[in-house]
């Protein structure tokens, strides 16, 4: 897959005014017209991606989806995970807004409520296991600590 990001120059939390002008930076610079004899080229196979680029970054939808199938290609990559949990299952703390789950080492694995998505892949900060959290359905907000509270 094309990383149509470092193409623009640019990275994921870039806003789209941020891309629009690095796509305008790039297609100045690489513009066919404004080569030499003899380079015209390999800038013409740089132009042409600049512009897919911006054809995918530019559209917020199109974004969207290239953003989502970047994450997957992350979390397919050779990522070694201790465990695959669910978020229902993780102790939810309404005074810090964020989700915990105990790792083996003792430590806790820490996800914040603006970090949720799909999947999640927390690292433990003592030792080197990784947890692969899903979130299959939304989590509603509440003032319980778990799951098993909201069952009762």
Partial sequence: ???????LGTSVTSTKEDLRK??????????????????????????????QAWKILGDDIQRKQYDTLLKEQCLHQDVSVS??????DMTWN?????????????DIYIL????????VILSCETCSLSVLVHT????????T???????R
């Fill in 22 to 51: 690095c796509y305008i930076k790039k297609m100045l610079q690489y513009h066919p017209d404004k080569q030499q004899q003899g380079e015209q080229h390999g800038t013409s196979v740089e132009f042409h991606k600049i512009e």
């Fill in 94 to 106: 309404s005074d810090t807004h964020e989700y915990k789950w105990p790792c083996r080492c003792g």
């Fill in 112 to 119: 914040g409520e603006d970090a949720v998505e799909d999947r």
């Fill in 136 to 143: 299959c359905t939304p989590v509603k907000v509440c003032e």
């Fill in 145 to 151: 600590n778990s799951l098993q509270d909201i069952q």
């Fill in 83 to 88: 465990e695959k949990i669910f978020i229902e």
């Fill in 1 to 7: 897959m094309e990383d149509y990001y470092g193409i």
